[in-house]
């Protein structure tokens, strides 16, 4: 079969490197511009998806495709630019590509300067979204190097990421806290038994990150782990953030601790989201630029509805407002009528809405004292603040009507399903539905949350170590992600939890409702 190629440049626009090196006049062979934190694709639909790579230089990216593992139907794209500005990545979305079809990149850097010398290529794939009703098979889950949990090669490194890459899945969907950018990681820890946890370390990582080179680089410490290199050069990210890729909890009214010398929160979000765009294979906005929000649509059973609960919510306040108004937006206005459109306009049997936050676990802005509100949940009673919104969505879901919706969700750190059941409910005009919880892929273990009755969830699931025994490290086993299959003939849809050892903790079948 003959394919045609086309592509278009999305080019990440920041400034800085781990170091950006002044390269003298090259003449040997082994200087060369090198790929420098392997490669990565995302956005994955029936006839493309973005390609990333990052080198260390000014240097020219180099892609060709093909649709064997050989590459003797390989075909070159035009190269572009990988510069200073935006770190030295580059990312490329590459067309028209046949769907249901295993894509095999090759990626290699040419010396800008010194066009005849290029470094080695890396390899990885994909597979495209299919065209026909066949099988679909995803993972997901998020909260990545957090609470000083790093790169420990005495426990294997990042193992999560080696158990979910056994289940070849089509794509990753990370439901945030992609990093921890307000979190410290020594090189050491003491363990609960006497033992010493001990990190890979990098100097930027010894501070909350502040400057745009800092955000930058703890995205790059986790590429430094061989699972996550080797997963990601497999399998295509849809990813989303949360808020530690800023700093914790943060909103427009955020109080920055002591620990920071830039006090402008502004000015760190827009620091932070350029550094995000900047490392993940992301489908950018023209319409806006920097937008995280969006629909993508993985064959005839499957769309993804990736929201964004971070940028245009409200304050961490009291959030108890009765009506609507920008104290209480949680997505805010123009993402709820995106969402309503993509939903209503769907013709895919499941409607996945991955929502970087749970819809009624209670996460408070201080959790100390158990005051303001970080997340949706407002506490027992009828829909207050950041709740109008999802009850807003649940009525138009039922009203519409829109079958076969499902919420998935990381955040708290530990594993659970719930079943939200109208008739337990404070707020009941809805239909029945389900969300699913999964993470830490590698951080600390925490748990369990507070409940919200609003919405009339019901626990069927949970595993979360216990409030006498918090912020577990990934070796005592407690990391999780999601595993969700759709059978091509039927649509039916198996959720897994599992753990990072990939031991199945608990599993459901839905059956998708006929319209």
Not at 59 to 84: C, G, H, N, W, Y
Not at 139 to 150: P, S
Not at 280 to 300: A, D, F
Not at 444 to 471: C, M, S, Y
């Amino acid at each position: 079969m003959k394919i045609k190629f086309s592509r278009r440049r999305f080019l990440t626009t920041s400034a800085g490197a781990l170091g950006a090196i002044a390269m003298p006049h090259l003449s040997r062979a082994a200087d060369r511009p090198a790929v420098t934190h392997g490669v990565q694709s995302g956005d994955v639909t029936f006839d493309g998806g973005v390609v990333w790579a990052r080198t260390d230089r000014p240097a020219q990216m180099l892609v060709e495709v093909a649709t064997t593992e050989s590459f003797k139907d390989a075909r070159a794209l035009p190269p572009i630019a990988a510069l200073p500005e935006s770190d030295f990545t580059a990312k490329m979305l590459v067309d028209n590509l046949p769907g249901g079809q295993d894509i095999f990149y090759r990626v290699r850097f040419r010396d800008l300067s010194h066009t005849g010398i290029e470094g080695e290529p890396v390899v990885g794939r994909f597979r495209t979204a299919p065209a026909d009703r066949r099988d679909v098979s995803f993972v997901w889950g998020g909260d990545v190097a957090g609470q000083g949990w790093g790169i420990n090669p005495d426990d294997g490194g990042m193992v999560t990421f080696a158990a979910m890459r056994k289940h070849r899945p089509d794509f990753l969907l990370h439901s945030g806290d992609t990093i921890y950018a307000d979190g410290v990681i020594p090189a050491e820890v003491k363990l609960a038994d006497g033992n010493i946890w001990k990190n890979v370390t990098i100097p930027e990582k010894a501070k909350v990150a502040e400057t745009l080179d800092e955000y930058r680089a703890a995205h790059k410490y986790n590429f430094t782990d061989d699972n996550v290199r080797a997963f990601n050069a497999e399998v295509p990210i849809f990813v989303q953030w949360d808020d530690h890729e800023v700093t914790n909890n943060w909103s427009q009214s955020k109080d920055l601790p002591a620990t920071y010398k830039v006090r402008d929160i502004s000015l760190l979000a827009a620091r932070a989201g350029r550094a995000f765009h900047e490392m993940y294979p992301m489908r950018e906005s023209i319409n806006e630029p920097g937008r995280i929000y969006r629909q993508i649509s993985y064959g005839p059973h499957l769309d993804v509805f990736v929201l964004d609960e971070r940028s245009y919510r409200g304050g961490n306040g009291a959030n108890l407002e009765t009506e609507y108004g920008p104290a209480s937006y949680f997505l805010g206005p123009e993402q709820m009528a995106w969402l309503k459109r993509g939903l209503l306009n769907s013709r895919a049997t499941w409607k996945v809405i991955a929502s970087d936050m749970p819809l009624s676990l209670i996460v408070y802005d201080d959790a100390t004292n158990k005051k303001g509100s970080e997340a949706f949940a407002q506490g027992d009673g009828p829909a207050r603040g950041r709740e109008l919104e999802i009850a807003d969505i649940l009525r138009f879901i039922k009203m519409a009507p829109i079958k076969n919706t499902v919420w998935l969700t990381a955040d708290v750190h530990y594993a659970a399903a719930h079943y939200y059941d109208p008739n337990k409910a404070q707020f009941q005009d809805f239909e029945p539905f389900w969300e699913f919880v999964s993470g830490p892929l590698h951080a600390g273990t925490f748990g369990p949350n507070e409940l919200d009755n609003t919405f009339g969830p019901e626990v069927r699931f949970i595993k979360a170590p216990g409030l006498d025994k918090q912020n577990l490290p990934p070796s005592a086993g407690m990391q999780f992600f999601g595993h969700v299959k759709i059978d091509g003939a039927s649509g039916q849809m198996i959720v897994t939890l599992r753990d990072r050892a990939d031991v199945a903790l608990w599993s459901t079948t839905l059956d998708p409702k006929l319209a």
